[in-house]
């Protein structure tokens, strides 16, 4: 069963523009930090660390994937968020603020609603299958348009 599953999620993302990827993982980035407070507020600290974690590499692949050259300033701006972020969460590990996840949530929030924004202004990428077949590397870009 987990073949079925694996295999609908890959034709799934292989479908969708990079925009579209990019809010995919900012929503699981929220939706894990939203179980986090959850389970700390529960004091169930193993499993509320287990979605930090998780959390943690969302951010990480978001700030990994930046493209530097085409995405310039903003791609620097997000960038500096990112290791912002990902600094928080360690302390939030360490701490279990409740608050500071909150804060985490809504700034991936605010950028997460740019993105679907520009999706919404038909600032789109070509889906993934373009681009395998262009060789382009697979990766969420950050770039702006004038």
Same mark, same amino acid.
């Given at each position: 069963?987990?073949?079925?599953?694996?295999?609908?999620? +890959?034709?799934? +993302?292989?479908?969708?523009?990079?925009?579209?990827?990019?809010?995919?993982?900012?929503?699981?980035?929220?939706?894990?930090?939203?179980? +986090?407070?959850?389970?700390?507020?529960?004091?169930?600290?193993?499993?509320?660390?287990?979605?930090?974690?998780?959390?943690?590499?969302?951010?990480?692949?978001l700030y990994a994937?930046?493209?530097?050259?085409?995405?310039?300033?903003?791609?620097?701006?997000?960038?500096?968020?990112?290791?912002?972020?990902?600094?928080?969460?360690?302390?939030?590990?360490?701490?279990?603020?409740l608050k500071q996840?909150?804060?985490?949530?809504?700034?991936?929030?605010?950028?997460?609603?740019?993105?679907?924004?520009?999706?919404?202004?038909?600032?789109?990428?070509?889906?993934l299958q373009e681009?395998?077949?262009?060789?382009?590397?697979?990766?969420?870009?950050? +770039?702006?348009?004038?």
């Amino acid at each position: 069963m987990d073949e079925k599953v694996q295999a609908y999620q +890959t034709a799934d +993302t292989l479908g969708m523009s990079q925009i579209d990827l990019i809010i995919k993982v900012y929503d699981g980035a929220i939706a894990s930090y939203k179980r +986090t407070s959850q389970l700390f507020s529960k004091e169930d600290f193993i499993n509320g660390r287990e979605e930090l974690v998780k959390a943690k590499k969302f951010v990480t692949h978001l700030y990994a994937t930046l493209d530097m050259e085409k995405g310039g300033d903003i791609a620097n701006q997000l960038s500096n968020l990112y290791a912002f972020v990902v600094n928080q969460t360690n302390i939030i590990e360490a701490t279990k603020d409740l608050k500071q996840i909150d804060d985490i949530i809504n700034i991936l929030g605010n950028l997460k609603q740019g993105w679907v924004e520009l999706k919404q202004a038909g600032v789109e990428k070509a889906p993934l299958q373009e681009q395998e077949k262009s060789a382009q590397p697979q990766t969420a870009t950050f +770039t702006t348009s004038a």
